[in-house]
């Protein structure tokens, strides 16, 4: 059984530039978490999908990221327009209807913004 | 609000030597607990998690943690480290219900000296 996939595994961009951000979760799994981790911060929750539906966005640090998950598959996040303060890893997690307490991780995207 | 406290950043120890990486949650309803280790340049993988049941939970790669409600701690313990146990290691938690957002602490860099 193939992993979370995230895409790409790194991405340096300069301020003002949009980046979108893919992650493709464990098949089968309608739960799909994002996650950052800002450096010499710990990792924080971002939004919740089940299927294509947002459950929880309360970790969305402001209205320059824009999430989706149309048709309750792959997710993107899209950040437009991107700051320094956005330098991060994003890590993408994912988790079957029946026991989401168990998520399982992306190897992350390495964000970088100049 | 649920928290997770990792006491330490950094823990150096010699090869074959026991380790105890600690942690302490808070929150006012049922938790899940979980281990997390990222090894250098991957993603996290999951160590061990505590659900219900007992206290004591054990692992891959020879970790176990236990679950201590009185003290409010979930520490991670391996009786003789291996250099491949160098890494960084998250302790986090989720309230049970609602989206089960993961919370984590700051990490753990073990360093595992030959």
């Known amino acids: 059984e193939a992993g979370v996939t995230q895409f790409p595994s790194h991405s340096v961009i300069e301020k003002g530039q949009t980046v979108t951000l893919r992650c493709d979760p464990i098949?089968?799994?309608?739960?799909l978490y994002w996650y950052r981790r800002v450096m010499g911060k710990e990792i924080k929750f971002l939004l919740h999908?089940?299927?294509?539906?947002?459950?929880?966005e309360s970790g969305m640090p402001n209205n320059r990221f824009l999430a989706e998950r149309t048709g309750g598959t792959y997710s993107t996040l899209k950040v437009q327009p991107a700051e320094l303060e956005d330098s991060g890893v994003y890590f993408c997690?994912?988790?079957?209807?029946?026991?989401?307490?168990?998520?399982?991780f992306g190897p992350g995207t390495r964000l970088l913004v100049l | 609000a649920q928290s997770v406290t990792q006491l330490d950043s950094q823990v150096p120890v010699f090869e074959e030597a026991p380790v105890e990486l600690r942690c302490n949650y808070s929150?006012?309803?049922?938790?899940?607990l979980f281990w997390y280790v990222q090894y250098p340049n991957q993603g996290l993988q999951l160590l061990l998690k505590?659900?219900?049941?007992?206290?004591l939970v054990k692992g891959i790669n020879g970790f176990e943690a236990e679950f201590n409600k009185s003290q409010t701690s979930f520490h991670l313990r391996k009786p003789s480290v291996h250099i491949s146990d160098t890494a960084e290691y998250f302790c986090?938690?989720?309230?049970?219900?609602?989206?089960?957002?993961?919370?984590f602490g700051k990490g753990t860099k073990l360093t595992v000296n030959p």
């Open positions: 929150s006012s309803v049922s938790v899940y």
């Open positions: 997690a994912s988790s079957p209807s029946g026991r989401k307490e168990t998520q399982y």
């Open positions: 505590y659900l219900s049941g007992s206290t």
């Open positions: 999908f089940v299927k294509e539906s947002k459950q929880d």
């Open positions: 098949s089968g799994h309608d739960n």
């Open positions: 986090a938690g989720s309230s049970q219900g609602g989206s089960e957002k993961l919370v």
